[in-house]
């Protein structure tokens, strides 16, 4: 298809003919419109390598397929992003994060090679060891520099269980030296924390094991159990501490049913005991059919009262961006989400030369803030973000100018990359397919 587009005489921008709805943003790209779609159907799992530890997979496949084809071989990848219908390819070209992400970075950083088709319709591999500055230009990249057809991620011995280990915290210092205190330690396989209000969270920290007390296991993602969040709410309400055994299929898709907790403003009765009982098997609804009805007043109205926004901090100045985001925004729960940050060359990488402790700020819902207006608010946010050498998820609206995005991510590699490979007339600059400022 690439060749043809060549043949034809490059006359417009490529980009994969996958429809917006489809995605797990909240975002509709208009760019499907106007751009030759390129059909990329490709969703196997190619491969298990259990002597090299690797799984290669196509871009397709997704997070609720690759943990129940790897699961019953006792394999699972270090970084399981939450939701079942994240794809490998969206996590590449977009990032993922999990509670394990403190271990092993983000989604990106337990790849080891990707396969990719330029713009002049060529099949190249790349690694840290062959076309190395491909390799670390592709993450973040949103499809802009090639097309990835195939990729290869880590595994690591799957385990039965995930102790976990629920603990109510009080006192926004107090969450916020546990919580770094706790993604210190490499000996906590996850850690997690939802805040509930500015001075309360509960933080969850989990081990992976195959022996479990059977009174205390408790299977989360059954359709009739109560949503995650609201269970771990109860902790709090009780003001006591608690240990569980949730089977870990269960644990890394506990956020998928609720789809973290936007359903409780889609289905405000969901989490209803008679309800989740009779109709719990039917939820959650595919993100994707949710976009695929809804009208456009219905989408202008998502976007001026609801939020959804994932900020990447570093975990020194997580007060500060609690408080700006209580400010800014006014929504709970809050989920954070710790991860390291290696020093590798691409578009996102600490400030120092060393790999540095950063955390994920997920906010989604309705703010509660009373003037709250979704471009002013969102800039208010986006700049505190940058001056704390912070990174804005893609995924989500983004207020930017292009001069403010090339300040928050480092673009060096991207645009050297893009000259050298001829991108320019074949795909558009990453900021042009995900920024408002740009898209109207």
Not at 22 to 31: E, M
Not at 308 to 321: A, F, G, I, N, Y
Request: glycine residues 6%; hydrophobic residues 35%; contains cysteine.
């Amino acid at each position: 298809q690439v060749r043809e587009w060549k043949n034809e005489g490059s006359k417009r921008y490529m980009c994969t003919g996958r429809p917006g709805w489809l995605t797990v943003s909240l975002r509709v790209g208009k760019y499907k419109k106007t751009h030759k779609n390129i059909m990329i159907n490709l969703m196997d799992v190619l491969e298990v390598d259990s002597e090299r530890q690797v799984v290669r997979v196509e871009p397709l496949v997704t997070m609720g397929q690759l943990t129940a084809h790897l699961n019953p071989m006792g394999w699972t990848i270090p970084v399981v992003p939450e939701l079942d219908d994240l794809t490998v390819g969206g996590l590449i070209m977009g990032t993922g994060i999990e509670s394990s992400s403190h271990i092993y970075g983000l989604f990106q950083h337990t790849c080891v090679a990707y396969e990719l088709v330029l713009a002049d319709g060529s099949l190249v591999r790349c690694s840290p060891t062959e076309n190395s500055d491909l390799f670390y230009a592709v993450p973040w990249s949103c499809g802009t520099l090639g097309f990835l057809v195939a990729a290869e991620i880590k595994m690591i011995p799957a385990k039965k269980y995930v102790k976990i280990l629920y603990e109510p915290v009080r006192g926004l210092q107090k969450i916020c030296e546990k919580f770094t205190e706790e993604s210190k330690k490499k000996e906590n396989s996850f850690v997690e924390g939802l805040m509930y209000s500015l001075e309360e969270a509960v933080i969850m920290t989990g081990v992976l094991t195959d022996e479990a007390e059977q009174s205390k296991i408790n299977r989360i993602g059954n359709y009739y159990k109560p949503w995650f969040f609201k269970h771990v709410e109860k902790y709090l309400k009780a003001d006591r501490t608690g240990i569980e055994y949730i089977p870990s299929r269960h644990y890394y898709h506990r956020h998928t049913r609720s789809i973290f907790w936007e359903l409780q403003d889609i289905i405000p009765f969901g989490n209803n005991p008679v309800f989740r009982y009779l109709f719990g098997w039917m939820v959650p609804p595919k993100i994707s059919l949710l976009k695929l009805t809804q009208g456009e007043a219905i989408r202008k109205l998502y976007e001026q009262h609801h939020v959804v926004q994932d900020m990447l901090v570093p975990v020194k100045s997580l007060e500060r961006s609690i408080q700006t985001f209580h400010v800014d925004l006014n929504v709970y729960p809050l989920w954070l989400c710790p991860f390291i940050l290696p020093n590798n060359p691409g578009m996102v990488h600490p400030k120092g030369d060393e790999a540095e402790l950063y955390v994920d700020i997920g906010a989604y819902g309705e703010p509660q803030r009373k003037q709250f207006e979704a471009r002013a608010s969102m800039r208010q946010m986006e700049k505190f973000v940058r001056s704390v050498h912070g990174f804005q998820m893609l995924y989500a609206d983004c207020y930017m100018t292009r001069e403010e995005f090339w300040d928050m991510f480092d673009g060096s590699l991207y645009h050297k990359l893009r000259e050298q490979m001829n991108c320019k007339d074949a795909f558009p600059e990453v900021y042009d397919k995900i920024c408002k400022a740009a898209r109207h």
